[in-house]
């Protein structure tokens, strides 16, 4: 027996890099290099060896 509603599809999305540029998630949105935004509770930052809570050097 065919069930006349069709059965939910189970679709693969992908949600995109975690990491991103600092511009992408910041300077290209509008944020000024002083907004809280790029405050270490809310963003963190990563280079070659992880992630850091530490702001980048500007």
């Given amino acids: 027996?065919?069930?006349p509603i069709p059965l939910?599809?189970?679709m693969p999305w992908w949600r995109g890099d975690?990491?991103?540029t600092v511009?992408?998630?910041h300077n290209h949105l509008g944020y000024r290099a002083d907004d809280i935004t790029r405050d270490a509770r809310y963003t963190r930052y990563a280079d070659d060896r992880g992630c850091s809570a530490?702001?980048?050097a500007r």
Wanted: glycine share 0%; no cysteine.
């Fill in 18 to 20: 975690r990491i991103v």
């Fill in 1 to 3: 027996m065919t069930s």
């Fill in 8 to 10: 939910p599809v189970r």
């Fill in 23 to 25: 511009a992408d998630n």
């Fill in 54 to 56: 530490a702001t980048p």
